[in-house]
Structures are given as C-alpha cells and as structure tokens.
C-alpha cells in the first residue's frame, strides 16, 4: 500500500514553489489515483533541452516510498541516458540508490540535472550515447530539434492554445477539456476533437 | 512467469525481442524494473535462509566454531577466546541492514531486560535533537517523521507498566519478518499521546505504517526503524561534515554529501566505522565492536582486537548514566573506562550481536 498521505504532503510540497524550481507534479491526466503522475521538469537552460517542457510519467509502486517511485518521459527526448524510444531513464536514485530520505521533487530535480549533465559512458539509449561521444555537434542539433518538436508544444500558455482552437470553431468547453485529457498538448488535442 | 505484473511481463517481450538485435541494443532492454526485480528475488532468497534477526534461542558461539572448522587456525583460536568472555552470539540476516539491525535489536532488548526508564528518557532528548538536526538540514518533515515516531514507540513498548508493553519473544517478533496482529489498534490510539510534536491529522496517517505491519509486505517495523538509524547517521554525519569528511574521503573518494546520499541514506548499503562513529555520537550509545579475522600480531600469539565507539558528548548529547559514571570513576582515565551499552561482533562484510557472560 502506498503512504498516500505522504504523497499529498508532497504534491503539495512541490507545486507551492512551482515558480522557482518549475518543477510540478499532477494527477496524471483524467485519473484520480495518486498512484499514477505527471511531473513536469523545463528544460536546463544552455543545454540542448532549454525553452522544452517536458513530461514524466510517475506510478508508485506499491512499496512507495521504500520503493523508488517509476519514472519515464513521456515527452520524447534525445539524450544518452533515455531511451529515445520508450522514454526510460537510467538513473541510480531511480533504482539501488533510491532512498525514503528522497522525494519525487528532489527525484525530478535529479531527472533535470542529468538532462544538463549527461552520462554517456552509462547510456540508456546506446545509440544516442554513440553519436554523443563521436559527433557531439549532431547530437546537439538533433537533441535541439526533438526539444523543438516535442517539448515545445506545451510552453504555449494554455489560453493560447484555448484561443486558437475556438478559433477552428470547436465550442470552448469541449476544447478545454479535449486539451485537459491530452495534458495540454494541442496537435493532439486537435486530432482529438476532429476525430470525435 | 504469466503471475508477474504488466511491467515484467513488457521487459519480457523486450527480452525476448532482443535476441535478434545487435549487442548495443540489448541495453536498451534492461529496464529499471527488470533489474529491480531481481534484486528483490535475490533478497527474498536471502530470507530464507535467514530471518532479520536471529532465533529465539541466542546460539551458542560453539556453532561459529562449527562453521570455520576446516577454515583458518586463527579463526578457531580466536573463536576459542571469545568463547571466554562471550555467551552468545545472535545473527542478523546479511542485507546491508546488518549493522542497523543488530543495534536496533540489541538496544531494544538491552532497555527491555534493564528496565531503564533514565537511559529512554536520555535517548528520547538525543532522539529529539537528531529531529531538529534534519530539520535545519532542510530534510522534509514528511519524509523522517514517521520513523521517528516509529521508534520512539520501540522504545515505550519495550518499557513495562504500560498497556503496550511488550514481551521478548513479541521483540523479537517485530524484529523479524512477520508482525504482531494486534499491533495496529493500539498504535493508532497511543502514537499521538506521547509523540506530542506529531499534528492530530498525522495520525490517520500512521494508519499506512500499521499496513506495513500488518502485510506481506518486507516494509515492517524492522525497515522502518532502521531507515530511522539511516536518517539519524545521514543527520549526524552532515551536521558534522567538517569532522568526517577526511575519513569519507579515505573510505571512497566521495563528498559528504554524496556519501551520505550512496552510502548512508538507501536501504541495504552496507555500514563502516563512518556510520557507526555517527550512530554512537548521535545517540550517546557505546558500541563495542569485536573483530573476528584471519588479522594476528607478529608475536605469534593470537588476540582478538576490538574498537570501542564512545560517543562525543559535545555533538550527541547526554551519555547513558552508566557510562558518564564510569568516566567520573575513572578520573581522566577516559573512553577506556566506558563500558560499551552494545557488543557487536564483526566478520568482514557482516555484523551480528554478542553477549557477554
């Protein structure tokens, strides 16, 4: 069972210094369950990653927090240490070096350190970490280019987003809550109301 | 395998997958949960053949004799002089948790045969500047507050009188894997009365604590309490960063905050004389620490070494009565004359309890 009481303690924690660190954490989507999260880190400035936002996917684990909380991107991300394609991220406090002295805030804050100091030479992603050690300068430009189009989308302000897609002509309501189940990411959004 | 959860049964499939790929891409198949997963299997096997702490009935230390039979001379000679001055020994599960486990027990037990109502109040203050210690730190409240409570109930439990007294065998009991069924009713009754600084909503909150107990769960009383240890190590250690930081730097190259952070703060890292030194000044306790190894003097002749770690009052606070009376006693005699509150014996990689005649 999950010290849900402590993950309380925590979200609150967390989300009341949002403005410095940048750092929130949320129910994941439509979901009620504390067991399953959305953190949110930016993107390191000077670093291929600033100017992205970008999305981890947090469930707890039954033995939470004795057990390290999972944690993967759901926004893709182009680095050594997260695999490029299913977004896991390799990273000791996620696994042996996790402790009850940690929390998701400070786990997520490790999540951004290794995005600004990446670790090739312990990859995820093998591949990724390849093109690092050889070719740094393509890295950089790829990993630009995927924070660019994947983690961008979602630095547009939400009454931004709102506005546009009313504009489309879909009622309001409908797009804040379209936007609301996407997590705030308009292509998919769009995709959802034309479907629908 | 078809029991396993959902995670497990995808890094499966990605196993399975990788055959075919290329030696790069099988790194990419080793998922965090997958590697986890088998730790907690290599612990479980662990379990089995040794529970938290050991039997009720202390081992004679004939059977350590046993076990290094046709192992080295010095063993067995130095097996033979602790046969003189010890009666027994009790062994704690090899999980890391080794060192942690067998203070817990040992204090534990050791409050629950003196009855010492002095010594629990005097650990209850140092317990109590610990908590601040964290505090000014900048840990988190919520992340250390449960263990804290958790084991100054320990302590009120092991003291008799009250209704929530315990017994030896229920000590040892808690110590070990299964949980006392009726254990949870009077800890959400009682925590509050006495741990007055704990908020009225927090006790629901133990409600969670009261689950480890009580399931299957390897989280029991015992993890907590020593994750409790954890915390006061980690506090002591970096409040005085200054003072352990040549030692950590001579045990691993790391800083004192990465040190505590890889090898004091996660469950199951193993301890040194770094954590033991906190531990023992954190909390004003004496540890005597028995060493059984294939060490001897060039002499010839076999002696068994030992290292005592007294506390440093000025940082932990009160020492136990016994102990300050014993440094009154002996003039400026010193640490010599403390008598140690624990007695631990240590085999490279392994600590368990001893108990002198």
Same mark, same amino acid.
């Given at each position: 069972?999950?010290?849900?009481?402590? #993950?309380?303690?925590?979200?609150?924690?967390?989300?009341?210094?949002?403005?410095?660190?940048?750092?929130?954490?949320?129910?994941?989507?439509?979901? &009620?369950?504390?067991?399953?999260?959305?953190?949110?880190?930016?993107?390191?400035?000077?670093?291929?990653? !600033?100017?992205?936002?970008? &999305?981890?996917?947090?469930?707890?684990?039954?033995?939470?927090?004795?057990?390290?909380?999972?944690?993967?991107?759901?926004?893709?991300?182009?680095?050594?240490?997260?695999?490029?394609?299913?977004?896991?991220?390799? =990273?000791?406090? =996620?696994?042996?070096?996790?402790?009850?002295? =940690?929390?998701?805030?400070?786990?997520?804050?490790? #999540?951004?350190?290794?995005?600004?100091?990446?670790?090739?030479?312990?990859?995820?992603?093998?591949?990724?970490a390849q093109q690092y050690l050889r070719d740094y300068q393509t890295f950089a430009a790829t990993a630009r280019y995927w924070t660019e189009t994947f983690a961008r989308t979602s630095t547009l302000g939400i009454e931004d987003k709102v506005k546009k897609l009313v504009e489309m002509g879909f009622p309001e309501a409908l797009v804040r809550s379209t936007l609301e189940s996407v997590g705030g990411d308009e292509n998919m959004a769009l995709e959802k109301l034309c479907s629908g | 395998m078809q029991n396993q959860d959902g995670l497990l049964a995808d890094a499966e499939v990605e196993g399975i997958s990788s055959t075919q790929a290329s030696n790069v891409d099988d790194w990419e198949n080793f998922r965090d949960d997958a590697i986890m997963q088998q730790q907690s299997s290599i612990w479980a096997e662990e379990a089995e053949k040794i529970p938290f702490v050991g039997d009720k009935a202390r081992e004679p230390l004939s059977s350590l004799a046993a076990e290094y039979q046709s192992g080295s001379p010095i063993l067995l000679e130095k097996i033979k002089l602790l046969t003189e001055e010890f009666a027994a020994i009790r062994r704690t599960r090899g999980d890391g948790n080794c060192f942690f486990r067998s203070f817990m027990f040992s204090y534990l037990e050791r409050i629950l045969e003196s009855q010492d109502q002095e010594e629990v109040h005097r650990i209850t203050g140092n317990v109590e500047n610990c908590r601040r210690t964290l505090q000014s730190l900048g840990y988190a409240d919520f992340?250390?507050?449960?263990?804290?409570?958790?084991?100054?109930?320990?302590?009120?439990?092991?003291?008799?009188?009250?209704?929530?007294?315990?017994?030896?065998?229920?000590?040892?009991?808690?110590?070990?894997?299964?949980?006392?069924?009726?254990?949870?009713?009077?800890?959400?009754?009682?925590?509050?009365?006495?741990?007055?600084?704990?908020?009225?909503?927090?006790?629901?909150?133990?409600?969670?604590?009261?689950?480890?107990?009580?399931?299957?769960?390897?989280? &029991?009383?015992?993890? $907590?309490?020593?994750?409790?240890?954890?915390?006061?190590?980690?506090?002591?250690i970096r409040k005085r960063s200054e003072f352990f930081e040549?030692?950590?730097?001579?045990?691993?190259?790391?800083?004192?905050?990465?040190?505590?952070?890889?090898? #004091?703060?996660?469950?199951? !890292?193993?301890?040194?004389?770094?954590?033991?030194?906190?531990?023992?000044?954190?909390?004003?306790?004496?540890?005597?620490?028995?060493?059984?190894?294939?060490?001897?003097?060039?002499?010839?002749?076999?002696?068994?070494?030992?290292?005592?770690?007294?506390? &440093?009052?000025?940082?932990?606070?009160?020492?136990? $009565?016994?102990?300050?009376?014993?440094?009154?006693?002996?003039?400026?005699?010193g640490s010599e004359t403390i008598k140690p509150f624990i007695t631990l014996l240590y085999r490279p990689g392994h600590y368990d309890i001893l108990y002198p005649k």
């Open positions: 069972m999950v010290d849900f009481a402590r #993950v309380q303690k925590e979200l609150q924690e967390c989300n009341k210094d949002i403005d410095v660190s940048g750092i929130s954490i949320k129910l994941k989507g439509d979901s &009620n369950s504390l067991t399953h999260l959305t953190g949110t880190i930016p993107g390191p400035l000077a670093t291929p990653y !600033e100017g992205g936002n970008f &999305n981890i996917d947090i469930v707890l684990p039954d033995g939470y927090p004795f057990e390290p909380p999972r944690m993967q991107f759901a926004t893709k991300v182009w680095h050594p240490n997260i695999s490029s394609q299913s977004g896991a991220i390799c =990273l000791d406090i =996620l696994k042996d070096q996790w402790s009850p002295a =940690l929390t998701l805030k400070t786990a997520l804050l490790s #999540v951004q350190a290794l995005l600004s100091a990446p670790e090739p030479d312990d990859p995820q992603d093998a591949v990724v | 992340t250390f507050e449960d263990f804290f409570a958790l084991f100054l109930e320990q302590l009120e439990s092991v003291l008799q009188g009250n209704k929530e007294s315990i017994s030896h065998d229920e000590l040892i009991q808690r110590s070990r894997d299964q949980s006392v069924s009726d254990y949870s009713e009077w800890h959400i009754t009682h925590v509050s009365t006495y741990v007055t600084w704990m908020r009225k909503e927090d006790v629901k909150h133990m409600k969670f604590l009261c689950a480890a107990f009580l399931s299957a769960s390897p989280y &029991n009383v015992s993890c $907590l309490v020593v994750m409790f240890f954890r915390f006061v190590t980690s506090g002591e040549p030692f950590i730097l001579g045990l691993t190259n790391a800083t004192v905050e990465q040190f505590c952070k890889s090898s #004091v703060e996660p469950m199951g !890292e193993e301890s040194d004389h770094v954590h033991i030194t906190a531990l023992s000044d954190a909390l004003g306790v004496p540890i005597r620490v028995v060493y059984l190894d294939r060490s001897s003097c060039d002499a010839g002749g076999v002696s068994v070494n030992h290292h005592d770690f007294i506390p &440093n009052p000025p940082s932990g606070g009160d020492l136990p $009565l016994a102990a300050a009376t014993a440094t009154a006693a002996g003039g400026s005699g």
